[in-house]
């Protein structure tokens, strides 16, 4: 009895194998495209190109028709020249120039602090100390308060052509879709 049940789960066994690379055979047929397909509108169209004489006979033959204009199923796409997409974007941020002022102002606070500690040969150390760090502190505070802060934007256009744009604040992020309104860049909706 334990034959019978072997013989025939080894035949459904080997039954389901072929199946199954029959199946995988057929599949990749189609992929490579050696199957044709049944789909609508899949199939494209191969001009067999005539050989030397025949394509002397077909021009000689046809020399008074007019020309012919095939219609495509795809309509011509139209190139915006305004619109394209963000490339980069790059921090050009850069620090204030100083006057003197700041360096100046700091050297004078840190001076007046420097000489309120200590005593003796101490306190001259302090005020001295006091002035350096003063005066390289406001010298610091001096560029942070006239740094700018602005970024160039790189939009590549749908021509071809890529445009530079200066911001101060950009909402725009690499691959962002926009278009150019009145040399400023906004969403293109």
């Not at 055979?25 to 397909?37: K, L, R």
């Not at 700041?102 to 602090?113: E, P, Q, R, T, Y």
Request: glycine share 14%; net charge positive.
């Amino acid at each position: 009895m334990q034959t019978q049940t072997t013989n025939s789960r080894n035949t459904m066994l080997w039954v389901v194998g072929i199946a199954i690379i029959l199946f995988c055979g057929v599949g990749i047929a189609a992929i490579m495209g050696w199957i044709p397909t049944s789909m609508a509108g899949g199939s494209s169209s191969v001009a067999a190109t005539p050989t030397p004489k025949a394509a002397v006979a077909t021009t000689a033959a046809k020399t008074h028709t007019a020309p012919v204009q095939v219609a495509s199923n795809t309509p011509a796409r139209s190139v915006c020249v305004d619109c394209g997409v963000v490339e980069s974007t790059r921090d050009m941020s850069e620090n204030g120039k100083t006057t003197g002022i700041g360096g100046i102002s700091g050297a004078v606070v840190g001076g007046v602090l420097g000489h309120q500690v200590g005593g003796g040969r101490g306190k001259d150390l302090a005020t001295v100390a006091g002035v350096v760090g003063g005066a390289l502190a406001g010298n610091a505070i001096e560029k942070r308060v006239g740094a700018t802060s602005s970024y160039e934007v790189t939009v590549r256009l749908e021509n071809g052509s890529s445009r530079v744009f200066t911001e101060t604040n950009p909402t725009w992020r690499t691959g962002d879709r926009v278009r150019i309104v009145d040399g400023m860049i906004r969403s293109r909706d």
